[in-house]
């Protein structure tokens, strides 16, 4: 192992004593870079999940379904993330998987805040709404798929790997980028962050960054911790999302509740099927499965 993952090793269960540029900067001089690319195609689509913190919150505007735009938020309440240093917007969404056909499930799961603690809930109400977005240019992005725990359990990770190992495994460093590809995919699935301990993220997004601001790539897909590594995530720079990524209509309000214990089936309680001038006025509807069959 290279002197950067065995500093970085060293560290990852104290990254609350060790500051975020310390680890940008050890990931800048580790040698030999090893990163593994993937394509999101021309015509795939992306669900992303906004939580409503009251019931009675609406969105009215795409600006209010994408990344986070208000420089306020961003400033007093964005904290590391996977992808995301400190005060930083980034698109957090989920795209279709062998085991998972419907993403809006996964970005639900990695979105919701009472279901990473649901056993706390004897009776509980959550709305969240689910925005789709088109890809309308093809997207390269690094792509971690080197994860123990996702390929035990995963179609893509496993098809993945195959095919990144024909690429790079006749090459003299073939090890050392397997080390790095399993370290940094480790991190990506690391499943031990608990409410205030975001600095956990502190290796991610730092490699996330380093790469974003040194290659020509603008995103990364990871597998989904919280749909235990089935599902299959994306983040996004926000300059790729006002480029390459269109919102489609219908956006949807759904509703997921808990009455004495017992998970509900999940519904649709409204759509804004027309999105308005520029996306910027949704006209919402309640949801009626008969017009919609």
Do not use: C
């Amino acid at each position: 192992m290279n002197s950067t993952l065995n500093f970085l090793t060293d560290v990852r269960d104290r990254l609350n004593h060790v500051p975020y540029e310390h680890i940008y900067s050890a990931i800048a001089d580790m040698r030999d870079k090893f990163i593994p690319t993937a394509i999101i195609h021309k015509g795939a689509y992306i669900d992303r999940v906004r939580i409503h913190k009251k019931l009675t919150d609406i969105f009215y505007k795409e600006e209010d379904v994408s990344y986070i735009h208000d420089k306020e938020i961003i400033e007093h309440y964005v904290g590391f993330g996977r992808a995301n240093k400190e005060k930083q917007a980034i698109f957090y969404g989920a795209v279709e998987s062998p085991e998972i056909k419907q993403p809006r499930i996964v970005a639900y799961f990695e979105t919701s805040p009472i279901l990473k603690e649901l056993e706390k809930y004897n009776n509980i109400t959550e709305l969240f709404t689910v925005s789709r977005w088109r890809v309308i240019e093809d997207i390269e992005v690094m792509e971690m798929i080197f994860s123990d725990e996702a390929l035990k359990v995963s179609k893509y990770a496993r098809m993945s790997l195959e095919n990144q190992l024909q690429n790079f495994q006749h090459l003299p460093l073939a090890k050392e980028y397997e080390e790095q590809g399993r370290f940094f995919s480790n991190e990506f699935a690391r499943s031990d962050v608990r409410p205030g301990e975001d600095y956990k993220y502190k290796i991610t997004s730092a490699y996330a960054n380093y790469i974003w601001a040194n290659t020509n790539l603008k995103g990364i897909t990871y597998p989904s911790v919280q749909s235990a590594y089935l599902g299959q995530n994306v983040a996004l720079l926000p300059e790729i999302v006002d480029s390459s990524l269109k919102l489609e209509s219908p956006v949807g309000i759904f509703k997921f509740e808990r009455i004495n214990g017992i998970n509900q089936p999940v519904d649709s309680t409204h759509l804004a099927i027309d999105l308005g001038e520029n996306n910027a006025a949704f006209v919402w509807q309640e949801y009626n499965p008969e017009e919609f069959k």
